[in-house]
Every structure is written in C-alpha cells, then in structure tokens.
C-alpha cells in the first residue's frame, strides 16, 4: 500500500474483521491491544502513520453498536512496556489513545462503559490489573481522560485481564500488542470461560495476523470477532490525523501550591550526558501525596505553568525510568534535565541478497534480555542509546535475524541484516 496524499484515499486498503464463530449481537463490550506487526511488512511496505492511524479508528468504529442503551462496554487496555514501541515513528500507545478518542466520542454520555488497563502502574508485576471505572461510574469524556494518562509500564497479563473483564460483561473488546507474558494461555483461559458462559464474546483488534496467534484463537474460542488490516476493499474517506488529547490539570486543594499567587513555570528535558540535544520523552507529574496531577508524551521539551509548590516528576524514556521532586517558586521558571547517562550512536539497515532497501521490523533488548524498544516498517534506522550491550531481532515478513551489539561513545556502531527474497 502507497500513497502520497489522501487523494488517493480510495486506493487504501481497510482494515477489516475476520468473523470467527457464530454471529451474535453484542450485549456487553470489553477492549483490549496486543503486539509487533511482522506481518505487515510483506503486505503493507509503504504504511503512513496517519494512515495507521485510520485504519484503528475505522476498525474499532466498525464493530456494530458497541455501546447502546443498555449495554455495558469494558475497555481492556494494554499498557505493557512494549506500547512504546513505535510504527512510523508514532508510539503504539499513542494510535491506542486516537483510536480510543475517536470510540468514545461516538457514546452517549449515559453509555455503560468500563475501563481496565494493564501493566500501566508496576513494572514487572503480574497482578498489575487494574480497574479503573466500571460500568456506569464514569462519562465517556471522563474515560477518555483516564486513558489519556495511562503510561505504559510493565507486563502483559492478558489472561488475567480477560478473567476481569469476563466478570463485569458478557462481551469483551480486546485490544493489545502483543503476547501473554506472565505464564499464561490466554486461549485455554478463554475456552473455560466460554464453558461456563456461552453469552461471552470476546472481539479482538490486534496488530499481527499470524496464523497461530494468541489474539485469533482468543477471538475463535469465543465466538468473536477478529480485525487486522488486510487486502479488503478500500476506505472511501480517510479520516485526518486525530488531535491531541488535551490532559486537564488537577491541582488538590491540600497539595503545597499557593494557587493564590502568580504560578511557576516548569521546564523538563531529558538527554544524555554526553550529547546536548534534547530526546523525546514521557513525563508525568505529580503532588506531594502522590496524586497524579498531568502527564506529557513523547516530547523533546516541556514548559508548562502550574501553581507554585513541591511536585514529583518521573520521566519515561524506553525502559529507563528517573524520578526528581522539585519545588516551583511563584513566578519564576525552574528547568530540569534528567541525565541518562553517555549514550552512543547505532545505525541499522535491513537490504536483500541485492543489497536493495527492504522494510523490516527492528526489536532492541537490553543486556539482561528485557524489550527495551521497537522500531517498525524501516529500511533504515539510526538511534541514539545508552552505552552497553543490545540483542537486536530484526524481522522480514516470516525471516528473522539476531545480531548483538556494543554501544560506545567512541564510534557509530552499525550493522546491515540481509534477507532472502520472499516466496
């Protein structure tokens, strides 16, 4: 798929649903996002993030009447570390939140709906499942916000997610990026639940189309229903890029600010020691009872005025996390650099046995075997990371190849992965 302007729009292809099982009406709903896209290179070579983008929103939009009048919609999010993987340069998380946005502007501000997340509060922690409205405690609006400042964080309990929606809804709407990651089958536990509810449906939107994946025999053992993009017939009108969900800042009236005076200005960069540019990353602030106050994504500067007093800033950038408390003085600025320490230079170029530019999917563990990042549908890539040792999984279609490497500050470290023309 290629495109240089939405006036070729009706050449796109949609993203579509497989119907696996009997057809049922949707009683009650559940969400939830699951991983890479290794599929897609042989399929979609030229994907575009705001193409991306559309073809989540059209598939959540697609589902039929999600949450009708008496209807209860349970929205699982995953919020595992692997949701700051990129495609075309836009985080994962990021599309998840666009395409939320669009969903839940749809509803009724009377609609049922749930939100649970996952992975989103403790790092590598299992039983990080939580519920954070159920049915009918908040507006869609208020939803919006809530999954707005979700962070990305840790593990993909998938099973156990399913198991908590099942038990607020008879139907679930899972949207994930990627695989159980905490010792569990998601597809033995959908069967059971299944066995004992024959009204549970469970709709999947995932990011892979393997024939063996966990998403699609979630989806079947179900009876649901199962969307990737694939090669159907094209969306007539594109949706432009979605806006920027606005964060609302809450100020508590007990945190120690003094609302009554001019506010501070807080300025927050990260970057590395050795290097003075500024990298993007997440910021999330909070006050001195740890409540969450705002957050801002995949930003290379922040500036934002807040009520003097003390706060608590963590900023995310890939799997590094650093905390600072500081403490705004009314009407002055106070800028802070979170310094990750000397970092190096990697370039990496995937070709054919031609020596031609293909598109691969790059993965990037650290030395102790933990996903640090992702990088997707790129021939060519160039990444600034802290200095030490990476197992890097680079992807083409069903080929895969594994390459380690040594980040310095002395020299660019590159490597070119070389794929097999495909069948």
């Known amino acids: 798929m290629s ?58 939009l697609a589902f039929p009447t999600l949450a009708a009048a008496n209807d209860n919609l349970i929205i699982v999010l995953d919020a595992s570390n692997s949701m700051w993987g990129k495609i075309n340069d836009k985080h994962k998380i990021e599309l998840a939140r666009s395409s939320l946005a669009t969903l839940l502007d749809k509803q009724p501000e009377n609609a049922s709906i749930g939100l649970i997340a996952y992975g989103n509060q403790r790092k590598s922690d299992c039983h990080d499942i939580n519920v954070l409205a159920k049915p009918g405690e908040n507006t869609p609006s208020d939803l919006l916000k809530q999954a707005t400042d979700i962070m990305p964080l840790g593990r993909s309990p998938i099973s156990a997610a399913i198991q908590q929606a099942a038990s607020m809804g008879n139907t679930i709407l899972l949207i ?19 066995a004992k509810n024959s009204a549970l449906r469970i709709q999947v939107l995932g990011f892979r189309d393997d024939q063996d994946s966990q998403l699609k025999c979630i989806a079947t053992n179900s009876g649901g229903s199962f969307a990737i993009a694939s090669d159907t017939p ?15 800042a809450n100020t508590p009236a007990d945190n120690k600010t003094n609302t009554a005076s001019a506010p501070a200005t807080l300025q927050l960069t990260v970057g590395a020691s050795n290097d003075p540019e500024n990298l993007p990353a997440s910021f999330l602030l909070y006050d001195t009872e740890d409540r969450h106050i705002t957050n801002f994504t995949a930003q290379t500067q922040v500036s934002h005025s807040i009520p003097a007093g003390t706060y608590r800033v963590d900023a995310l950038w890939g799997e590094i996390k650093h905390t600072q408390t500081l403490t705004l003085t009314s009407g002055k600025t106070t800028s802070y650099r979170f310094d990750l320490g000397p970092m190096g230079k990697l370039s990496l170029q995937a070709q054919d046995a031609q020596q031609k530019p293909v598109d691969a999917n790059f993965t990037f563990y650290s030395a102790n075997g933990n996903y640090f990042s992702d990088r997707l549908l790129k021939s060519q890539i160039k990444e600034k990371l802290p200095i030490g040792s990476y197992r890097i999984k680079a992807s083409v279609g069903e080929q895969s190849q594994e390459a380690t490497v040594e980040i310095t500050t002395t020299a660019e470290t590159s490597h070119t992965f070389t794929f097999k023309a495909a069948h």
């Open 3 to 60: 495109c240089d302007s939405y006036e070729c729009a009706g050449n796109m292809q949609a993203v579509s649903f497989q119907t696996v099982g009997k057809s049922h009406p949707f009683q009650r709903t559940v969400l939830t996002f699951t991983k890479p896209l290794s599929h897609w290179t042989r399929t979609f070579p030229d994907i575009m993030k705001k193409y991306l983008t559309t073809l989540l929103i059209t598939s959540l």
């Open 176 to 194: 994930s990026d990627g695989q159980e990651s905490c010792d569990a089958d998601p597809c033995a536990t959908v069967k059971e639940l299944k």
């Open 234 to 248: 094209a969306v007539t009108n594109l949706l432009n890029s979605l806006p920027a969900q606005e964060v609302t």
